[in-house]
Each structure stands twice: as C-alpha cells, then as structure tokens.
C-alpha cells in the first residue's frame, strides 16, 4: 500500500518535471533567433562549436574579388550533398566567373546582391538571416554561402545523397501491373504518384515531425475529393506528435490511429505509387514519410487489407473469384486450428463416421489433448517463420530443412503430433499468406490462439462466442471517423459493388461514400457497347 | 480503459482453468459404438455392443487384430446395460455415430416400445440408425460376424440396406423417428428388415471369415417383418415384401420376372408411383390402390417373341396382372395376421376423417379384416434395351 503511494508520488513528480521540461521546450521555440553576425569568423566559430566540431561538416573560406579582399565561405555536409555540384558549379563560380561579374560591377552594389541576381548558380536559393535556420538547412544537405561583412547568407539546394534506385516492391508483389516501388527518399516518392495523376488538384503539403530527427512528411489529398473533415483530422493529429525520432510509417501509425487496443491496423499502408494513386483518387489522404518506402494511407476500411491494387488490372470476373478466395482464406486462417480441436473434443457427432475414424485412428498413441497439440504446432511454426524473417538470407535454407523435415516428419513419426495436426497447421499457414496485407495478416495470427483457447474450453459455441465478440470490435472500429466495416456495416449498396467482389469497371461510377462524402459520383463511362459486327464490314467497305 | 483491458484479459486466461472442458472427450478416449443388439434376458436386457479399432482401420501400420470387437452387458435396463458395458470396455461407449440396432426375435415378439424409449431419449443417439430385426435366436450374433470389403460391419449393414432399398424392392430401410412415427399413428403399423447369418456361424467372428473367397459366413438381409403395435408377428416372403414396397411407394427400381414360352422375360422398373384413394361404400370405407410403374425390358430368353408394339402391350398387362395378383396375396397374408402395416387406416383418416371416427374402433381386428381393397396395375414399359429383337430368335428353327 505504502509502495504504491510511493510510486504514484514518483509518477506525479516525472510528470511535473515533463512539464516543466515541456516549458523549456516552448520557451526555446518561442525565443527570438539569433542572427548571423556580420563577422564571418565569428559565424564560423558558432556554427563549428553548435555542431560539435562533427567530422562531417565541411567549411573552406576564400578571398574572391578582383582584388581578392572579399572574405566568403562555403559550408556543407560533406555526404549530404552532391560533390560535384559542389565543386564543379559552386566553387568555380565563385572563384572565376565572379571575376566577370565584378568588372561588371560598376555599381559598387553589396556582394549579396551581386550574388543574387547575377553570378548564383542553382534553382532553389533561399536567403538565411539567421543561425539555426542555416544550420537546419546545412544539416539537411544545403550548402550555405557566408559573406563577410554582411548579415545575410545564401542556402543553396545542392541535396544529392547515395539513395536506392526504384524497384519493384517486395510486398504487394503483382503479376499484371506497375513494377515501381516507392523508395527512402521523400521527394522521389512524391514524384512518383505526381507522375500518375498530374492534376492541378493534386495537392501536398508538408510538415516535419520528430524534435530530433526533424522529418519531413509530406500529405497529399486531391483537392475538391478530400473530406475535408478527414484532411483536418489528419492534420491535426499529425501536429500534436511530439517525438524525437520518426523512422517509419508503423510508429508513426501508432501515434494517429484511432484505437490502440484492437488487433486489426486502422491505416493503410503501401509501397506501391499506383495504389498510392487510386486511394487519393478515392479521396483518401496519404502520407509520405522520408526515409520509409511505405506510405500511409487514410481513412482504411477492412475490406481493403483483402484487396490487392491487381484486382483492379485483372478481368472483373477473376478479380472478384480471387476477392472472395481472400475472404475464405482470412477465415480458414481464423478458424481451422480452433475448429479442429472443438469438432475433435467436443462434436465427434458432426464428423461422417468414416472421417472420425481415419481422425481417432491418427491420435491413437498421442500423448497430448488436441488443443496442447494444436499450440504446440501452432507455436512452433511462428517460431519457425519468425526464425525465417530474422535470418541472414545466407542461412535461409537451413530454416526450411529444419523445420520441414526435423520438426513435421520427425514429430509426426515420434508420435508426439498427429498427421491431422500437420495438415492442419499447413492449411492454416499457407491461408494466412494469401492475406495481402501483413499488418492483416498478423493480426490474424494472434487471434487464432485466443479461437483455440475458445474452442478448448467451449467447443464450437465458444467459436461462436469468439466470432461475435469480434465482429461488434470490428464495427466499433473507426478509422479516421470512418465506420471500418463500411460498406458493410452501415450498409452501402453503391459500395458493394467494390468490396467482396468486383464489379466491371464501367459500373463503379462511385467513390466511396463514408470517405468523400461531399462528391462521391465520378464522371460515368458507359459500358462498351460495341456496333455489331455487320456494321463494322459496312464501314470498312 | 488499460485497467479494464487487463481484466478481460485475466478472465479469459481463467477461462480454460474454469470450465475444466468438463464435458470434453478426446478421440483416443472414446469407444465408437456403430452396432448394437438388443436381446431379452430373463430379467431385462442384454446388450451386445460392436465398437470400432480405429487404429486397425485407418491406421499406418495394420497388425493382424480385428477391426472390430464386441461387449456384452446384461442390465434391468438398456440404459444401465449400456453403461455396464464400461466394466469390460476400455473407454467410455460414445453412441452418436451408431448406425445398427439389431432386435431379438424374442424380444421383437415380446414387444420393443420400451426399448426404443432410450434410444429416442438420450442425447447422444441420433435418430438416422437403421432398425433390424434378428431372424437368428440371437441378436448378438449378428454383430460378431466380420465382412470382407468393408472392414465395419455394422457400416457394410448401413450400406446394404440402402443399396438394396434403392435397387432390389424386397428390404426396407427404417430409421428410429421413421419406426416411432409409424407405431404412434393411428391405423398403421410398422415393418422392419431382418437380418441373418447366412453359412457356418463358427468362423463368423475371427479372421478367418474375411482371409477367404468367399467368406464362410455372411451377413444377409431379407424379407420383412410384420409388426403389430409394437410385437412382431409374421414374417411376408420375398415376393410379399417387394408387394408391401409397391403398396406403400417405397419402390425407386427393382426388377420383375415374368415366364414366357421358353423361358423367362425379365424388366427393370425405373419409376414406380402408388396412388391410394379412399371411397365410402354403403358407409363402409374402400380403398382403391392404383400402382404405376414405368419399365424397360432387361433380358429376354422368349421363343418368337418380337418386340412389337402388341406384345409389348401383352407383356405390359401380364405384369400388371401379375403385380396385382402379389398385392392382393400380401394383404391377404397382413389380414390373416390382423395387422395393417399398409397404413391403409391412416389413409382413410386422411381422406374421410369422420368415417374413420366410426371405423377406428378395433381397426386391425375388424375393420382391416374386413376392408375391401381393389389393387389396379399398369405397366408401361418405354425402352428395350440397346438391341430390339433378341437374336436367339432369329437363329433358332
């Protein structure tokens, strides 16, 4: 009891003093920003002490001017920025072609002048007046250019570091479609969906989160698609993060998703720019984060985790077959194990005589109750594939032999695992990869154990039980404000059209309606109609 | 919100702890019971129970045991006989996936109302079981014969009777709801199937009697057993049970043979529909029975015989009046026993239910004794088979 009241005071005084550390926070925001002095050893010195003398920064000063009295200095990233611009452009520049300007310069206008309206070289030069913009702007891959004598500096945009070439995504893998992948440069990524909707109303805006990492994130909306409400949302969310570091989409999801406690993702998320595209199309919100190859993707509903961006590429008729296939597997993968061990312990009734004989014939000689059996292999194979994930890529194979061989034969022949077991656990496995969505997926594989844990105490009502228990979760789900389950729950009929199955697409002349609730009608195509083929020869003779 | 979270999951960590599965049966713990035979004991029942080895039947590595064993009990009740059966079983007899209950030849004469009481009443038996009835003495006997081909006996006896039912007419296949709907109708009564061993009873249980073709002793199905109320009382013959089949519909395909000059002609019914019609005749009731069949000609051995449209027509009234003539034999053979397994009384309840207020008194003694019953057959015989005309014909004189 004692301890208790300790450790809540404990609790309370961390938290004043992450107020007050909060205040100091603010207060150094809010102070006023030093500005660059006119001295340009004296901004050299600031700069080099602010930054911890880091090894990577590189400052070189020179005497340019036709009587070489004029002191500038360069500063970079060494790195960060492109060598070659740096050198070839940017030093040449300064050190001859100045010359030109400086006959010229018959004015006798400040340095800064000249450089800006004459000699700079380079598209986006921005002005920096004072110390820690300069220095935000060098540490992000800017060259800044000092004048001595002067309290103004030029950054100018000479980013250019080693990053990775457009691939083709290793997840969302399509037969028919796209092969470009989003990569770990922001900038690339936002070019790659500009590149497939080149509308005006294609709009991006972009913050920067993580106190120390300051990463840039970019939303992207279509303007006049967007509901707005949902844009504000996701603002508004995005703004009240207050973290040192963003590195990828999944922490940054935790920290803007609606509900925490539920196993199943409220955010999309893609490394694809087409499915990028069309979710913005569909007047979702997608966010871009540097450094990650996934975008997010909001509001999301369920039914797009079992939908892949080639459901859209394929005839209308497989896609929905395959559509529905996905559905099957996402309760296979649910339910098998769990179903198994309820209809063996509980309802031998249910099975046809002769498959619960082939079934007792199989547990005869094994020494564990069905449902231990069961967690047992089940858990044995997350080990399996956690192992496999994990692994070096060289000793990959080494997995599947242990596992494969060692782990299901050797089991089965032991005795300690039946044959059905086996099955079971392959059947339940290799649905669960046709989920297209991982974060899907592995919410799957985590409640599977708590249906087994159902089904070993109550048989197949505890499934029931279970069943419900989890579809009054999923419609209390919001994602953004909208309703997860829709169009199923509140039903849509125009939503149908796309979500268990597909429909041509002549027929889904409608967004849907929970997300771009204002103009939810696209411009109709009607459906081919093509002239019968009497008419084609009369034309062509 | 956490506090609560923690909670659920708490709870449902105890879940399993809770419950203890207590109703919860692995499948290595149960005695699959698909057979039982029912006799009458001096006091009460004895039972015989036929229980599977699963291990030998779909087992990996198959040892020369049998497939099946049995165990007897004897008890005041079926009930308690069952339950005494665990004193010599291994594990606990599960009774869902029964298919078979074979009924003494004593204890069918005895009566069996009390004894289906049990099986209608516990929660583990269905009710899609076949019901026989034993013309051996002994009922057990019959679950201690091993088949070959399938290695359960009880399930070759499932299948047989459904086979047989649907291509040979003299069997009939009786589930428990079917029997217990049948006994607590007014103006009906039930039949049910028996079953023999046909050969030397000796080898019946031991391996032997599937190491050889053919088996020394099988297991057979024949004829039909005439109840009244709840006691057997006669047995019909071959010909009389396929003639209760067609009286009562229960015809989907059989065959029908008929004699000719040099041998025999044989058809195959396809299609067979009965149609019962209830009249009232000088206020006594009479019942009219109309029996359809559709045929093809199966097998011809005639002399001269061409199949032309006028001997078909021959071939279909001499069929017909063969037909009718078996019909009015059996109902003749249920009279003499005074009981109308027909359901002839029941139909007249459908039909002219306030005659059958005045009727129903004594209705097997009296009414169906002396029920006038007018049997029509048609014939109509549609295909001949691949060839037309048997070449014997042809080649002959």
Redo the contacts between chains.
């Keep these: 009891m004692k301890k208790g009241i300790q450790l809540r005071r404990v609790k309370v005084q961390k938290k004043q003093q992450q107020k007050e550390q909060q205040q100091n926070n603010t207060d150094k925001k809010n102070k006023t920003p030093i500005p660059l002095s006119t001295n340009i050893d004296q901004n050299i010195q600031t700069i080099k002490q602010d930054l911890g003398n880091s090894a990577d920064i590189v400052i070189r000063k020179m005497n340019i001017g036709s009587s070489g009295n004029d002191q500038i200095a360069i500063c970079y990233t060494n790195g960060l920025v492109d060598t070659k611009t740096v050198q070839n452009v940017i030093i040449k520049t300064l050190l001859v072609d100045i010359r030109e300007a400086y006959l010229q310069n018959e004015n006798k206008s400040k340095l800064s002048e000249l450089f800006e309206n004459h000699t700079l070289p380079g598209g986006e030069i921005t002005k920096v007046t004072d110390l820690d913009n300069s220095k935000h702007d060098l540490l992000s891959g800017n060259t800044i250019l000092l004048i001595n004598g002067e309290s103004v500096g030029f950054s100018i945009d000479t980013k250019g570091w080693a990053s990775r070439s457009i691939e083709e995504p290793s997840t969302q893998t399509v037969v028919r479609g796209p092969k470009e992948g989003f990569v770990e440069s922001l900038r690339t990524n936002t070019a790659l969906v500009r590149r497939k909707i080149k509308s005006e109303d294609l709009w991006i805006e972009q913050i920067q989160i993580g106190q120390k990492t300051k990463t840039d994130i970019a939303i992207l909306y279509m303007n006049g698609i967007v509901n707005q409400k949902i844009l504000d949302e996701v603002k508004t969310r995005l703004k009240r993060v207050q973290v040192d570091g963003i590195f990828e989409g999944g922490s940054l999801e935790e920290l803007i998703q609606d509900e925490t406690?539920t196993p199943f993702p409220t955010i999309y998320n893609t490394e694809r720019p087409d499915s990028a595209a069309s979710n913005l199309l569909e007047g979702r919100v997608v966010i871009i984060i540097d450094g990650t190859p996934f975008a997010l993707v909001a509001p999301a509903l369920f039914v797009q985790f079992l939908q892949s961006s080639e459901d859209y590429y394929q005839r209308a008729d497989m896609a929905s077959f395959l559509r529905l296939l996905r559905f099957v597997a996402f309760m296979l993968a649910l339910l098998i194990p769990s179903s198994y061990i309820a209809v063996?312990?509980?309802h031998?009734?249910m099975l046809p005589?002769?498959l619960?004989?082939?079934?007792?014939?199989?547990?005869?000689?094994?020494p564990f109750?069905?449902f231990i059996e069961a967690l047992l292999m089940e858990i044995v194979f997350e080990i399996l594939r956690e192992a496999g994930v994990r692994m070096p890529r060289a000793i990959g194979s080494a997995i599947s032999i242990v596992g494969a061989l060692v782990l299901g034969q050797a089991a089965v022949d032991a005795g300690i695992v039946s044959n059905v077991m086996v099955i079971v656990v392959s059947i339940t496995a290799i649905s669960s990869f046709v989920i297209p969505e991982y974060n899907l997926a592995i919410a799957v594989r985590l409640l599977r154990f708590?249906f087994m844990?159902?089904a070993?105490?109550?048989?197949m009502f505890g499934i029931i039980i279970g069943l419900i228990m989890m579809v009054i979760h999923l419609t209390s789900l919001r994602s953004f404000g909208v309703p997860y389950l829709s169009p199923m729950a509140p039903f849509n009929k125009e939503g149908q059209k796309d979500s268990l199955i597909r429909l041509p697409q002549w027929a889904l002349f409608s967004r849907p309606k929970m997300i771009a609730q204002d103009d939810y009608i696209r411009e109709e195509t009607p459906a081919p109609e093509p002239k019968n083929s009497e008419d084609l020869k009369g034309e062509g003779e | 919100m956490r506090k609560k979270l923690v909670l659920i999951l708490f709870f449902l960590v105890l879940l399993p702890v809770l419950s203890g599965c207590w109703d919860k049966k692995e499948l290595n713990e149960l005695a699959i019971l698909t057979g039982l035979a029912i006799d009458q004991a001096e006091e009460g029942y004895r039972v015989t129970a036929q229980i599977l080895n699963p291990a030998e039947i779909a087992g990996e590595a198959q040892t020369n045991r049998v497939a099946v064993s049995t165990y007897e009990a004897t008890g005041d009740s079926l009930f308690e006989a069952i339950r005494k059966i665990t004193d010599s079983s291994p594990r606990k007899l599960y009774l869902a996936h029964l298919r078979i209950v074979v009924l003494g030849k004593q204890l069918a004469e005895q009566g069996i109302e009390d004894t289906l009481d049990f099986l209608s009443r516990d929660h583990e038996v269905r009710t899609d079981f076949f019901l026989l009835v034993s013309e051996e003495k002994d009922a057990s006997s019959i679950l201690k014969v091993l088949t070959p081909i399938d290695k359960i006996p009880t399930n070759k006896l499932y299948q047989s009777i459904e086979s047989s039912q649907k291509n040979w007419a003299p069997t009939l296949g009786v589930k428990l709801d079917q029997l217990i709907s049948t006994l607590i109708s007014e103006g009906n009564n039930p039949v049910l199937t028996g079953v023999y061993i046909e050969g030397d009873t000796e080898f019946g249980g031991s391996l032997q009697n599937v190491e050889r073709i053919p088996s020394p002793s099988l297991l057979k199905l024949q004829n039909l057993a005439a109840f009244k109320g709840d006691k057997l009382v006669g047995w019909l013959t071959e010909s009389e049970s396929k003639a209760y089949n067609y009286l009562t519909d229960n015809v989907t395909n059989t065959v029908a043979v008929q004699s000719c000059t040099g041998g025999n002609v044989t058809i195959e019914i396809n299609n067979s529909a009965t149609d019962i019609k209830v009249v009232e005749e000088n206020g006594q009731p009479k019942v009219k029975v109309t029996l359809t069949s559709e045929a093809a000609i199966g097998e011809v051995q005639c002399e001269n015989q061409f199949l032309d449209e006028r001997t078909i027509n021959e071939l279909e009234a001499s069929f017909a009046k063969k037909k009718e003539k078996m019909s009015l034999d059996t109902i003749e053979t249920a009279k003499k026993w005074q009981t109308d397994i027909f359901g002839f009384g029941e139909k007249i309840y459908q039909q002219k239910p306030k005659l059958w207020q005045r009727v129903k008194e004594n209705w097997d003694e009296e009414g169906f004794v002396n029920l006038e019953v007018d049997v029509k057959a048609e014939f109509n015989i549609k295909r001949t088979g691949t060839i037309g005309e048997s070449f014997q014909s042809d080649g002959e004189d």
């Excluded at chain 1, 619960?356 to 094994?366: F, Y």
């Excluded at chain 1, 070993?456 to 048989?459: D, Q, T």
């Design positions: 406690f063996t312990t509980f031998q009734d005589t002769t619960l004989v082939s079934l007792a014939a199989q547990r005869e000689g094994v109750p069905a708590f844990l159902l070993a105490s109550f048989g």
